[in-house]
């Protein structure tokens, strides 16, 4: 009798396990192309432990989400009065279902990213198109390997569940209360699968400490909750938090992400070269944009592509790109003299923007960059379940939460030629450069 379960080994998950039909998803080519996509993209130059895949990821968010379908669904960890709120959880058929819908939304949740992930998504999509689009077309368009399965699945299930209300362009009629929680299961801000998986994957690979937490404790504490706004008299309003026992892991997780996010995500040198890959991309794509008008030609493009357009640019000046392309892979990238911090921060609003201006007048704007990022979020105010039964904000339960910051960078960058007299004359003006109204910034007045 053929094996109809097979595992597969995860460094940090152990074994992960699929049914013969799943394994027909993973093998399918939108999912197989997530082996040629970088989680990192551009951080293996400056971490060389960071070269795994999208695919590894994949399979990990889909081993998670079982298995947090299955801790959350227990019957003991729930109220009459949420159990008559998702009336799936008593129906054992719904249940097989749909815990293979999460398990797939999972798989198949990153099947949209561009070459080198998240590096040159902003710029070279049309506007308004994102890599979480991307993904729902390739999902719907996966519909008869979905149909085969048994029981069939529905693509549009696996498009919702896999992306949530606020990313979907086709499927977006309003979710239900039940495909509300299982969302979350894959995409939750406080306790999504995709975030706890990045954050272990990508801190063991970078082999960095920062993203490390009890991952294990943190799932076992997890339930189905009111909002704290619910009102007793109304319909409540579910999501996924934690019990009061598990807040120390989620304070834990929630650091590491802001650690990973300073040390790791945001790291200078990854900035640059994000910015780098932009610019050539910009110069070898067709008409400076990734091809997204047909599916299967968005598939041909991965990181192998590009990385073999890269090394041939960087050897013959005449290529579109070639700059960038040798700054990248001869390691001769843009070089940072200036970082925002609090005291310049004290004395301007945009310190960062000003020096920019103040160098780019002093050295010509070809030979300096500026990058920065403001996280766009604010905490998960997640629900907590105290020991007393009530159920509480983070915020009112937590000072680590009330007081998280937020992860944001500013940095100037120059040609690696310029960096020492740069450095210099930014120690002599910085001073006048600051205390200056904007539109005054003249970079030979000191």
């Given at each position: 009798?053929a094996?109809?379960?097979?595992?597969?080994?995860?460094?940090l998950?152990g074994?992960?396990?699929?049914?013969?039909?799943?394994?027909e998803?993973?093998d399918?080519?939108?999912?197989?192309?997530?082996r040629?996509i970088?989680?990192?993209?551009?951080?293996?130059?400056?971490?060389p432990?960071?070269?795994?895949?999208r695919f590894e990821h994949s399979l990990?968010?889909a081993?998670?989400a079982g298995?947090?379908?299955?801790i959350?669904?227990?019957?003991?960890k729930?109220?009459?009065?949420?159990?008559s709120q998702?009336?799936?959880i008593?129906d054992p058929?719904?249940m097989l279902?749909w815990?293979q819908?999460?398990?797939?939304?999972?798989?198949c949740h990153?099947?949209?990213h561009?070459?080198?992930?998240?590096?040159a998504?902003?710029e070279l999509?049309?506007?308004g198109?994102?890599h979480?689009a991307?993904s729902?077309?390739?999902?719907?368009e996966m519909?008869?390997?979905f149909d085969r399965?048994?029981p069939p699945i529905?693509a549009?299930?696996?498009?919702r569940?896999?992306l949530?209300?606020g990313?979907?362009?086709?499927?977006?009629?309003p979710?239900?209360m039940?495909e509300?929680?299982l969302?979350e299961?894959i995409?939750?801000?406080?306790?999504g699968v995709d975030?706890?998986?990045?954050?272990?994957?990508d801190?063991?690979h970078?082999g960095?400490a920062y993203?490390?937490?009890?991952?294990?404790?943190?799932?076992?504490?997890?339930?189905?909750?009111?909002?704290p706004?619910?009102s007793?008299?109304?319909?409540?309003?579910?999501?996924?938090?934690?019990?009061?026992?598990?807040?120390?892991?989620?304070?834990g997780?929630?650091?590491a992400?802001?650690?990973?996010?300073?040390?790791?995500y945001?790291?200078?040198v990854?900035?640059i070269?994000?910015l780098l890959?932009?610019?050539?991309?910009s110069a070898?794509?067709?008409?400076?944009?990734?091809?997204v008008?047909?599916?299967?030609?968005?598939?041909k493009?991965?990181?192998?592509?590009?990385m073999?357009a890269?090394?041939?640019a960087?050897g013959?000046?005449?290529?579109?790109?070639?700059?960038?392309a040798?700054?990248i892979m001869?390691?001769e990238?843009?070089r940072v003299?200036?970082?925002?911090?609090?005291q310049?921060m004290r004395?301007?609003r945009?310190p960062?923007r000003r020096i920019?201006?103040?160098?780019?007048?002093?050295?010509g704007?070809d030979?300096?960059r500026?990058s920065w990022?403001r996280?766009?979020?604010?905490?998960?105010d997640f629900?907590?379940?105290m020991?007393d039964e009530s159920?509480?904000?983070?915020?009112?339960a937590s000072?680590?939460?009330?007081?998280?910051?937020?992860?944001?960078?500013?940095?100037?960058y120059?040609?690696?030629?310029l960096?020492?007299e740069?450095?210099?004359w930014?120690?002599?003006?910085?001073?006048?450069?600051l205390?200056?109204?904007r539109?005054?910034?003249?970079?030979?007045?000191?």
């Amino acid at each position: 009798m053929a094996k109809q379960m097979h595992e597969i080994r995860d460094p940090l998950h152990g074994f992960v396990r699929l049914r013969t039909e799943e394994r027909e998803i993973l093998d399918s080519g939108p999912v197989q192309r997530l082996r040629h996509i970088h989680q990192l993209g551009t951080s293996m130059w400056i971490y060389p432990g960071a070269t795994h895949r999208r695919f590894e990821h994949s399979l990990g968010v889909a081993e998670l989400a079982g298995r947090v379908f299955d801790i959350i669904t227990q019957r003991a960890k729930l109220t009459d009065r949420i159990r008559s709120q998702v009336p799936q959880i008593e129906d054992p058929t719904d249940m097989l279902y749909w815990r293979q819908v999460v398990r797939l939304a999972g798989l198949c949740h990153d099947l949209g990213h561009l070459p080198f992930s998240h590096a040159a998504e902003k710029e070279l999509l049309p506007d308004g198109l994102t890599h979480e689009a991307l993904s729902e077309r390739i999902i719907l368009e996966m519909k008869p390997e979905f149909d085969r399965m048994d029981p069939p699945i529905r693509a549009r299930d696996v498009a919702r569940i896999a992306l949530g209300p606020g990313k979907l362009k086709v499927e977006t009629a309003p979710f239900s209360m039940w495909e509300s929680v299982l969302e979350e299961i894959i995409t939750g801000d406080a306790f999504g699968v995709d975030r706890i998986d990045y954050l272990l994957r990508d801190s063991y690979h970078a082999g960095v400490a920062y993203g490390r937490f009890d991952q294990l404790r943190l799932l076992d504490t997890l339930r189905i909750l009111e909002k704290p706004s619910s009102s007793p008299e109304a319909v409540p309003a579910l999501t996924i938090g934690i019990e009061e026992g598990g807040l120390q892991v989620a304070e834990g997780m929630a650091l590491a992400r802001y650690y990973m996010y300073t040390q790791v995500y945001l790291h200078p040198v990854r900035r640059i070269y994000d910015l780098l890959l932009q610019e050539f991309l910009s110069a070898w794509l067709p008409g400076s944009r990734f091809p997204v008008e047909r599916v299967d030609d968005f598939l041909k493009l991965t990181d192998n592509e590009v990385m073999a357009a890269l090394r041939a640019a960087s050897g013959d000046p005449n290529s579109p790109g070639h700059d960038a392309a040798r700054r990248i892979m001869k390691r001769e990238h843009f070089r940072v003299v200036y970082s925002r911090n609090p005291q310049d921060m004290r004395r301007s609003r945009d310190p960062a923007r000003r020096i920019y201006d103040a160098l780019c007048e002093r050295y010509g704007r070809d030979r300096v960059r500026y990058s920065w990022y403001r996280a766009k979020e604010d905490p998960a105010d997640f629900p907590v379940l105290m020991r007393d039964e009530s159920v509480v904000g983070a915020m009112a339960a937590s000072q680590v939460f009330s007081q998280l910051p937020l992860a944001s960078v500013d940095y100037v960058y120059v040609v690696p030629e310029l960096r020492d007299e740069a450095e210099a004359w930014l120690r002599r003006a910085k001073s006048g450069i600051l205390g200056r109204k904007r539109g005054e910034v003249k970079g030979g007045a000191v």
